[in-house]
């Protein structure tokens, strides 16, 4: 069992926490893609990435993730039309976490808002994604036994046991299939190139 787990940015303006929930619920993992990276460095916290340029993200379902206080405090960001939606404080700019639409029952918690450490809380991450945009080479004992594949499979199979189980609401971020707070886009769709 994984106990409550408390989230807050580095203001304190804004406070919440994931539910406790069955070690198997959640997801940690390092994310080396671009889009991670643009959005850190888009609101000056490239000292959330580690060494690679990699995000340590901790996916859980929706429902389980609670804002307590500083509703108001919270932005969106989409580095492109379509893209991911990406949660911040405006308070402090600390990135909070990325969803990927209404429809799919994930919140990845980026780990600058979880208060303690997510080795001590949840363990350690179950594997990497898009290593081959990481800065620099991975070194195989920082990305994890899983491939990429692996782990892509891994989400996919939580995200439908998320959703059977109806996990996608309440949610601190949508509403009725809407963002709480419209999206601010970056660039006019060409921002960022994930191929
Ligand atoms: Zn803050
Ligand atoms: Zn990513």
């Known amino acids: 069992m994984v106990e409550g787990i408390k ?29 991670c990276r643009a959005y850190l460095q888009h609101l000056e916290r490239t000292d959330c990435l580690n060494e690679f340029g990699g995000t340590d993200i901790y996916q859980v379902p929706p429902a389980h ?18 893209g991911v939606y990406r949660w911040y404080t405006q308070c402090c700019n600390t990135p909070v976490g990325n969803c990927f639409s209404a429809f799919w029952p994930m919140v990845g918690v980026v780990h600058s808002f979880v208060l303690g450490s997510l ?40 995200l439908l046991a998320w959703k059977l189980c109806g996990k996608n609401t309440p949610s601190a971020f949508f509403v009725n299939g809407e963002p709480r707070v419209m999206p601010q886009q970056l660039a006019s769709g060409t921002a960022v190139d994930n191929d």
Request: charged letters at 20%; aromatic letters at 4%.
């Open 7 to 35: 989230l807050g940015c580095r203001c304190g303006q804004v406070s919440g926490r994931i539910a406790a929930h069955p070690h198997w619920q959640g997801n940690r993992l390092i994310c080396y893609c671009k889009d």
């Open 65 to 82: 993730v609670t804002i307590l206080q500083g509703h108001a405090q919270l932005a969106c960001l989409q580095m492109t039309r379509q």
């Open 119 to 158: 080795d001590e809380q949840v363990g350690p991450s179950s594997g990497s994604v898009y290593c081959r945009d990481a800065q620099g080479r991975v070194p195989d004992e920082l990305k994890g036994a899983r491939s990429h594949k692996a782990m892509v499979l891994r989400l996919i199979a939580k």
